[in-house]
């Protein structure tokens, strides 16, 4: 069933004009990435900033992107002080927030023991009252995807300040990453009451890409593009609406929001992986590998190493992407090292280039810890490799049912969910969900794509004959 087919007819006509709303924006912004969003006592909205440092003070207090030389100045300005006046706890919590956002810019986990000290410095001068440490710690912890830490840091913020408004994006990107969908929609309402404006129209359209609700989300992301501020906001925006659009199967529109973005800002290495996985579906293969280089040079996220294997496998370049996979384990160990959670793409690898079983560990384990959508299709995935089908079955729905809080529209999942019916053969709903998968996205994994069109084609016609199949 096309991914647009359940939706209201009110959503399914605004879907052209939205698209072409946002690509005409292209240079105007759409939903950010992760944002730190440390608003300190002392903020007054975003003022005019003529220095770098003053800039990165804006955004890092008001919740945006902040350019990485921006962020830069500010840290290196913030060390200065601090030796000189270390008894300052906003400025440590100024500095750790700062160290959040440049380990996520640069995908360097590195940088989260540093922040870390920093937080935990300011809130040891200031034990009490001191919500902007607890926020940057919330920051600190969703980026480790320590989602339960998160929480409770955000939480405890919350508690001293209720009507802080940046308080609540820490707290709804914690709530979507433990599967909560309920309380996720509570504290969209409560941001939605107390804040308007680009960043709150961006953390609506990631609630509502979640709910399956993609044309109220690319109306959130045109309504943030033309209230965009500086160029790394901006790029970050125009990033998120880059995948957006790559996860409709938009790839022409997919790849002018990226290359847009990189235009605008060198440093948005997700955006340059974004080309790279549009350039890829387009046969534009060489540039596409040239693309993912470029970004995992600068951006070494284990995702993006996990995407240039499989396209080099899919190329038959088999030494090429086991090169990459054994670079995936070692910056998945170093991540770890630094206090990261990065077992759901170590689980991922091992699904489907490794050892299963060995996946099927890691990810019920994280499914103990953080129950999100996400990690229910990787489970099922996990656990249908390692021929473990009937019980795979059960994440799989979860993954993609909306009832279930499996609501985004993900080609992978539901291709996952398809194979895994195929081999209970429960060939109609194995049918309808493959087909489903590729008409989300025709392109949607240069691996995937491929055996979901040998699979259907092994499926082969309902025979009238034989009577009902097994759904």
Request: with cysteine.
């Amino acid at each position: 069933m096309d991914d647009n087919s359940c939706e209201p007819p009110l959503r399914r006509g605004r879907r052209r004009r939205r698209m072409a709303l946002l690509a005409s924006v292209a240079g105007c912004a759409t939903l950010g990435g992760v944002l730190v969003l440390v608003l300190l006592p002392w903020d007054r909205g975003a003022p005019t900033a003529s220095t770098p440092e003053a800039r990165a003070l804006a955004a890092v207090s008001s919740g945006v992107p902040a350019a990485l030389p921006d962020l830069e100045a500010l840290t290196e300005e913030r060390e200065r002080h601090l030796k000189r006046h270390p008894e300052d706890a906003e400025a440590w919590a100024v500095l750790g927030s700062a160290r959040v956002e440049q380990g996520l810019r640069r995908a360097d986990p590195a940088y989260w023991p540093r922040a870390e000290k920093a937080l935990r410095t300011s809130l040891k001068t200031r034990p009490k009252g001191n919500a902007p440490a607890l926020r940057g710690l919330a920051a600190l912890a969703n980026a480790r995807r320590d989602f339960a830490e998160a929480r409770a840091w955000g939480e405890a913020a919350r508690k001293l300040e209720p009507k802080r408004w940046t308080t609540y994006p820490l707290l709804i990107e914690a709530s979507a990453g433990l599967g909560n969908d309920e309380e996720t929609g509570r504290l969209l309402d409560r941001l939605t009451e107390l804040r308007s404006g680009p960043v709150v129209m961006a953390r609506a359209a990631a609630v509502y890409r979640d709910r399956g609700w993609r044309e109220d989300a690319a109306a959130k992301l045109a309504d943030a593009a033309s209230a965009a501020g500086e160029p790394a906001e901006r790029a970050a925006y125009l990033e998120r609406a880059g995948q957006l659009a790559w996860e409709r199967g938009d790839r022409e529109d997919a790849l002018r929001l990226f290359r847009e973005a990189v235009r605008i800002d060198p440093d948005q290495r997700a955006a340059q992986a974004g080309q790279g996985r549009a350039l890829a579906s387009l046969g534009r293969t060489t540039e596409a590998l040239s693309a993912y280089r470029t970004a995992l040079a600068k951006h070494p996220r284990p995702e993006y190493t996990l995407e240039l294997g499989e396209l080099y496998e899919s190329l038959g370049r088999e030494r090429a992407a086991q090169a990459q996979y054994r670079v995936l384990r070692e910056r998945v160990r170093l991540a770890t090292g630094h206090g990261a959670d990065e077992e759901l793409v170590l689980g991922r690898y091992e699904a489907d280039h490794g050892d299963a079983e060995g996946a099927v560990r890691r990810l019920r384990r994280e499914w103990e810890r953080q129950p999100s959508t996400e990690v229910a299709d990787a489970l099922g995935w996990a656990l249908h490799r390692a021929g473990r089908h009937e019980e795979a079955l059960p994440f799989a729905v979860r993954a993609t049912e909306g009832t279930q809080g499996g609501g985004v529209r993900s080609a992978s999942y539901v291709f996952h969910r398809g194979m895994i019916e195929r081999s209970l053969e429960r060939y109609g709903a194995a049918r309808r969900h493959v087909t489903e998968a590729l008409r989300i996205n025709p392109w949607f994994s240069p691996l995937g794509a491929p055996r979901a069109r040998q699979a259907l084609a092994s499926l082969g016609e309902p025979s009238v004959q034989a009577g009902p199949e097994p759904s």
